[in-house]
């Protein structure tokens, strides 16, 4: 009697956590902006990272090259197609590289949900100082990543991810504020990834500008800066030094075409119409 009193206070428990988890996740993805919230099922936009045309000619043997970009599309629910513009015919390695590059940047045009990059995970909800703190745990050992830890402020922004595995930690920190197209839902501003491999320490600093189409809010620019900063350890002859290397990139979004149908026909029959 008294395991099965400990079981069922225990399920109790464990209801309670799941019950708290799924509150302040859906009330951050209730107050987060999406372009999908607004109705869009459809759309066609063009990408440009600056001076990459010049780079591919300077580094690769591509003959002239004018203007190398990305046209997108994209269809309810997540179904979308890369296309690389301005390259010769065949170097379909160099796309591939290419389309790998723009693709880890849809997120910002078209956020998924946040909740479903934490299914398969345990979640469990514990107060901290200036929020609540969600623990997403592997039970199943056979994540990845076998634990994630998310901030939401009191204000129920979310603040910070952070993410363990055997060989690395990345903690991602996030800043939001309400635009005026925003119906004042709260737009992502910037995101701040560090990491730490070794002696390294990486740092990825994305900055997003907006444009308002049609009165639906949509990046028209990332601004990145990579940091890596390298300890090396002292010698005998050498106190210890830090190395500092700072690279950067933009990368504009126009032409932005919303729910004319055109992601729909061209994703659906390979041909433009």
Known sequence: MKQLLLF????ATSVTWAQEKIEELEQFEIR?????KSGVSDLVFEARIDNLTEMLSKNLVLGKLVDVSFKIYWMSPSQYLIEVQGLPKGFEEVKADLISLIKGKLEFV???????????Y??????IADGKLIRAIDATYTMAVPEVDIVIDKS????????RAPMSAVKTEFNHSPKSWSNNKLVLDKITLTSRQGAALLTSVNDLDYVSVNGVGFPSKITIKNISEITIPKTEKEKEKK??????STIRFTKYEVNTGKAQRYINSGTKK
Request: avoid cysteine; aromatic fraction near 8%; proline fraction near 8%.
């Open 243 to 248: 190395v500092k290397n700072e690279t950067g």
């Open 32 to 36: 987060s902006y999406a372009p999908q």
């Open 8 to 11: 069922i206070l225990l399920a």
């Open 110 to 120: 078209l956020p998924e949900k946040f909740s479903d990059k934490f299914k398969g």
């Open 156 to 163: 129920g922004q979310l603040k910070t991810v952070e993410t």
């Open 122 to 127: 345990t979640l469990k909800a514990e107060p």
